[in-house]
């Protein structure tokens, strides 16, 4: 098992890692997500890959009949449901198996924080999480990738020890006016009607 001073990694790095075009989507999720680097954008990568192995072994077993695969299932889709990575309704495996790592980024702390309003950008929401400004319920959390379940999603909130409680702070209100001056989603025109009868 080894020391357990000395951890083991938590995931896999790419095997070729020098490929332009897988680079470049890093890097596209890397600014839209708000994260540090690489490592935590292969993590999610690699909690992925878990889920998809564990669903593909489950459709094996369940084509061959076994039992426990029909429990194993069902504990796997309602873990899922729970962290708000699959919706909530009738999830079968092979929506586990079309999940991407968008799908895991997403759950993130600092995403949903930013995607609730409570900071401008993605980036400046994972520096206040660090700066334990918020917390989840009664608790302070000041892990940007921790994911979060859809149960404590609206328990989000910020820490009452924290300036940024305040609603009158200069920061809360410059980003009120920022989310009120955010363009609303464009609506596409109708296509126009043809002219004369076919």
Known sequence: M???KFLRRT????????????????????QKYGLKNKRELWKAQSILRGFRRHARLLQANLRVGEPQAQRE????????TRLGVLPVGTPTIDDVLALTTEDVLKRRF?????????????????????????????????????LVPSA?????????????????????????ERLQS???????????APEGGA
Not at 111 to 135: C, D, E, K, M, N
């Open 182 to 192: 955010r363009p609303s989603p464009a609506v596409e025109p109708a296509a126009p």
């Open 73 to 80: 299932t069902t504990q796997l889709l309602g873990r899922l």
């Open 11 to 30: 995931y896999d790095t790419p095997k070729h890692p020098w490929e332009a075009g897988r680079m470049e989507e890093e890097r596209k999720l890397l």
């Open 2 to 4: 080894g020391d357990p």
């Open 110 to 146: 600092e995403w949903i924080v930013f995607s609730q309003g409570l900071a401008p950008t993605a980036y400046g929401a994972r520096q206040w999480i660090v700066h334990g400004h918020f917390s989840i319920g009664d608790h302070r959390v000041t892990r940007p990738g921790y």
């Open 152 to 176: 404590e999603e609206h328990q989000i909130a910020y820490t009452p020890t924290s300036p940024l409680a305040s609603e009158d702070h200069t920061v809360r209100a410059e980003l009120r």
